[in-house]
Structure formats: C-alpha cells, structure tokens
Antibody, heavy 121, light 107 residues
Framework: QVQLQESGPGLVKPSETLSLTCTVSGGSISSYYWTWIRQPPGKGLEWIGFIYYSGSTNYNPSLKSRVTISVDTSKNQFSLKLSSVTAADTAVYYC???????????????WGQGTMVTVSS | AIRMTQSPSSFSASTGDRVTISCRASQGIFSYLAWYQQKPGGAPKLLIYAASTLQSGVPSRFSGSGSGTDFTLTISCLQSEDFATYYCQQYYSYPRTFGQGTKVEIK
C-alpha cells in the first residue's frame, strides 16, 4: 500500500529556509494531488498547500509569500520550502495524499508520520 | 477563509458511552467535510469523508451526519482506543481549513 515519509532537517535557524521532502512508496505519485499540513506543538492543524503531479500548486494565503511546493516525479517525491522562518514556524510537518485521483476536492486519506521542525538559533 | 468551529473543545466520557462532536462551518460547504482522529504522537487518520461516508477499515461505531453548515461525528459505543483528538476539515474551498479539535478524555 502507499506510504509517505517526510525527511529533512529537524532544526532550522531563524530567517533561513525550511526544506522538507516527502517520499511516496508503494505507488505512483502520478494522477494525485499531494499536500503539506503542519501542527505547532499542542495546537491544531494548518493546511499549507497542494501540488498536483503535473506541478500545479495552490497555497494557503497566510503562507503564500514564503512557500514553494515542488514535485519530482522521477523520484516519486514532492518537497516543501518555507522561507524566512521564525519560531512561529516550529511544528510537526505532515505530507498527505488527496484520496481521489485527478481532483484536489477530497479528504486526505494517507499521511506521513510527520517530522518535527524546530526554528531556533 | 471558511472558519470551522468544533464543540466541545474537550470532554470526559466512559467506555461504552455514546458521544457526539459538533462541527460548524462559517458558510455552507455542502457535504465537503471530513473527520480525522489523532492520537498523541501520531498522524491524523481519516475516519469519514463526504460528511457521512465511512473510510475503509474504520469501525462502524463511527458515523457522520450533516450538510451545509452543521455536522456531527457520533461514536455509538466508545472504546478505549477511541480516546483521542478529533478534527473536522472542509474541502469545499481554498484554503482548506480544520476545526480546532475536540479532545475525548477518559472519565
């Protein structure tokens, strides 16, 4: 079955760029929308943005100026970059899949285990 | 952005209880609503989509109802493994938004 795994640095300095990758295994990245979601410690879930396997994206306006999501179909991976980070960006970052192919208008059925990223000097 | 408001934020219940969690959208979202369960240290797990459709593998004691702006998640007979935090999420419009969560604790 399809599994997702986030990877990347667990510690990022303020004002630098957070970079994470999500590797899709057990299935193809093609035909689906993929997403990043984050959760600050002890708080709720915040949607960051979508990417389609073709490369089209949609971002949360609250983060849009700082976010870039990209896809590498040859590696079955998609990635998140968040620039100019502050302590407020400290969170567990999850990647997930939209359940139904060819549409972004559905629930998130498969999630990675999440990776904690701390912003601190 | 559509605001999703859950109630209550937390409550205590006993094994075997019937529990309901409410979720209200700040504007109509038809049935574009999902419910997730999250246990401490774990990723959210999809329970229900399209407001009332049970995700494959999810026990039938979970059910969802509602459309438009008001939705409910019901657990018919609470089991020990159901003590967790539950989130609703709308996927009608951008940005996708979640409720603040409802924590179900052991009484």
């Amino acid at each position: 079955q399809v599994q997702l795994q986030e990877s990347g640095p667990g510690l990022v300095k303020p004002s630098e760029t957070l970079s994470l990758t999500c590797t899709v295994s057990g299935g193809s990245i093609s035909s689906y929308y993929w997403t990043w979601i984050r959760q600050p410690p002890g708080k709720g879930l915040e949607w960051i943005g979508f990417i389609y396997y073709s490369g089209s994206t949609n971002y949360n306006p609250s983060l849009k100026s700082r976010v870039t999501i990209s896809v590498d179909t040859s590696k079955n991976q998609f990635s998140l970059k968040l620039s100019s980070v502050t302590a407020a960006d400290t969170a567990v970052y999850y990647c997930a899949r939209v359940a139904v192919p060819y549409t972004d208008q559905d629930a998130f059925d498969i999630w990675g285990q999440g990776t904690m990223v701390t912003v601190s000097s | 952005a559509i605001r999703m408001t859950q109630s209550p934020s937390s409550f205590s219940a006993s094994t075997g209880d019937r529990v309901t969690i409410s979720c209200r959208a700040s504007q109509g979202i038809f049935s574009y609503l999902a419910w997730y369960q999250q246990k401490p240290g774990g990723a959210p797990k999809l329970l229900i989509y399209a407001a009332s459709t049970l995700q494959s593998g999810v026990p039938s004691r979970f059910s969802g109802s509602g459309s438009g702006t008001d939705f409910t998640l019901t657990i018919s007979c609470l089991q020990s493994e159901d003590f967790a935090t539950y989130y609703c999420q709308q996927y009608y419009s951008y940005p996708r938004t979640f409720g603040q969560g409802t924590k179900v604790e052991i009484k």
